[in-house]
């Protein structure tokens, strides 16, 4: 059994998360709590530095030894952008930045232009890094005790210079690129633990009359099925102005033997008709083929072809991918994704949404691959109840350019099952110094829905706007099994996923009904 490391060197200021704080809390003598909060727990003997040093979510422990399609994956998508995915920069930091948070699957959109291979989101507004600088990047955040990482290479570079492609990679990543199978390890029970420190990469395999296919069975698939690329509604814009990169056709996508051979763990392919309930049998098929399927597509066949998707999910591994027309690089909703049976549901991390909050809080303190659970949506365990209370928050940082404002709690279930929610009362914070704004609230409030392994809970402060939509100022969110029970101090996160020094004092009890 394998420990994740502790994320090292300065958090890039485009792309930070800290969601580990509630695994290992800070130091106590560094927590400001307020009076009234001192005041509560001393009238309910509780001790206050005992009870700082108590996580609120505790780590995992995660079998290594399962096969691959076994596991859940942290997951990027256009991982070289630092911003929007149509005017977003490419830069090499960003691999550094999100291996270091433990992403298992990071993608690479490579194109040929005069300069060499490059990547850059194709047919955007965004600016390129040259493929040797991703690739260096990527070996120098990979280490010998890590669990594997899946490299999603999109290519549009021609067959005639694939083969440099291979040698940059080779050469950038040496032994920790699987280059061959393994020794006795078929695809069908590979597992991390066969892998540590090793890189898969994904490689394209476009079946023999695959466009045809595609045109023929339109339902299932996306604009972007034949070439490989998100680019849907802004095929016509242009950054590069590059002539080799402008006039590339990649109508017919081939991938060159010696580059196919690298994926044999982990060859792609965007859906044929009736792949869901077809086998891919290896011949004709390469073996350890995984579905590469757009968000568009899978959820054409949600929720009618549900227990197919889960059925077909223990058979292969399948990648989800978001629409292109998410321009400001929002993001999907993973978990229904993941109530589905999807393995690697790719999301831009440059946004901290509810997708990545989510995320944040299936793979927070693990190494990056979390095991499925045994039994996915449709099967229940029993019916619980959670009882949660909500005291107070110490030590808000104060809104910009508002000294008097109204705050309120708002907790949400997302379940399976069923989604619930509830809100506290609005509290009216007057004449308040700029980060020491203490709330008590002393709410309550009791769910009861059937447990599931795939239910999260999440609480979010919002300053409330009499004309304009509430802003969301911090965050918790939690995966529900993971969850400590009794008193605890929740750090809450700002909307961008940095700590900011505010506790709120909670207490859950889950019970059987």
């Known amino acids: 059994m394998l420990i994740p490391k502790a994320s090292e060197g300065v958090p890039s200021p485009h792309l930070s998360v800290e969601t580990t704080i509630n695994i290992y809390p800070p130091a106590s003598d560094t927590i400001r709590l307020s009076p009234e909060i001192l005041s509560f727990l001393k009238q309910n003997s509780l001790d206050t530095h005992?009870?700082?040093?108590?996580p609120a979510v505790h780590p995992r422990i995660v079998d290594d030894t399962r096969p691959l399609r076994d596991y859940f994956v942290s997951s990027s998508h256009n991982t070289?952008?630092?911003a929007w995915q149509v005017l977003g920069r490419a830069s090499s930091e960003c691999y550094t930045h999100v291996l270091s948070k433990n992403a298992r699957c990071v993608e690479i959109d490579v194109w040929w232009s005069s300069k060499g291979p490059i990547v850059t989101h194709g047919y955007t507004l965004s600016r390129s890094v040259t493929?040797?600088?991703?690739?260096?990047a990527i070996d120098e955040a990979i280490y010998d005790e890590d669990w594997p990482v899946i490299i999603s290479l999109e290519c549009h570079v021609p067959v005639a210079h694939q083969g440099e492609l291979v040698d940059i990679m080779k050469g950038a990543w040496g032994n920790k690129l699987v280059q061959e199978p393994l020794d006795g390890v078929g695809g069908d029970t590979i597992s991390p633990r066969d892998l540590i420190g090793k890189i898969l990469l994904m490689v394209e395999y476009y079946p023999d009359a695959y466009c045809q296919e595609i045109t023929a069975d339109s339902e299932a698939f996306d604009h972007d099925s034949c070439v490989g690329t998100e680019w849907?509604?802004?095929?016509?814009?242009y950054h590069e102005t590059d002539p080799v990169l402008k006039a590339a056709n990649h109508s017919q996508a081939k991938i060159a033997d010696s580059l196919a051979d690298l994926g044999f763990y982990t060859r792609s392919m965007k859906p044929i008709k009736h792949w869901l309930t077809e086998e891919l049998p290896s011949p004709p098929h390469p073996p350890n083929v995984l579905m590469n399927i757009s968000e568009s597509s899978i959820l054409a066949m949600l929720p009618h072809s549900l227990s197919e998707l889960i059925e077909d999910s223990w058979r292969r591994i399948r990648r989800i991918y978001p629409r292109g027309v998410r321009l400001s690089s929002s993001n999907l909703d993973p978990l229904e994704q993941w109530h589905s049976g999807s393995q690697i549901v790719c999301l831009n991390w440059q946004n901290f949404d509810l997708g990545m909050q989510l995320n944040e809080a299936m793979f927070a303190g693990t190494a990056g691959w979390v095991e499925r659970p045994s039994r996915?949506?449709?099967?229940?365990k029993r019916k619980v109840k959670l009882t949660c209370n909500v005291i107070g928050i110490s030590s808000l940082p104060r809104p910009k350019e508002h000294t008097e404002f109204s705050l309120y709690v708002h907790a949400e279930l997302f379940s399976p099952s069923k989604n619930l929610d509830w809100q506290s009362e609005h509290f009216k914070c007057k004449h308040i110094p700029e980060d020491s704004a203490d709330v008590m609230w002393n709410g309550r409030f009791e769910?009861?829905?059937?447990?599931?392994?795939?239910?999260f809970i999440r609480l979010r402060i919002l300053r409330h706007e009499v004309l304009s939509k509430d802003e969301q100022m911090l965050v918790f969110c939690a995966r529900l099994c993971d969850l400590e029970q009794g008193w605890r101090?929740?750090?809450l996160l700002s909307m961008d996923g940095r700590r900011t020094?505010?506790?709120?004092?909670?207490?859950?009890?889950?019970?059987?009904i």
Do not use: P, Q
């Not at 849907?232 to 814009?237: F, R, T």
């Not at 996915?376 to 229940?380: A, D, E, H, M």
């Not at 020094?501 to 059987?512: D, E, K, M, N, P």
């Open 232 to 237: 849907d509604e802004v095929s016509e814009l």
């Open 80 to 82: 070289y952008l630092l």
């Open 489 to 491: 101090f929740i750090h």
């Open 376 to 380: 996915l949506i449709g099967v229940s």
């Open 501 to 512: 020094g505010a506790t709120l004092l909670v207490r859950f009890i889950i019970s059987g």
């Open 50 to 54: 005992e009870l700082l040093k108590l």
């Open 131 to 136: 493929f040797n600088a991703v690739c260096e």
């Open 447 to 455: 769910w009861e829905f059937e447990e599931d392994d795939l239910t």
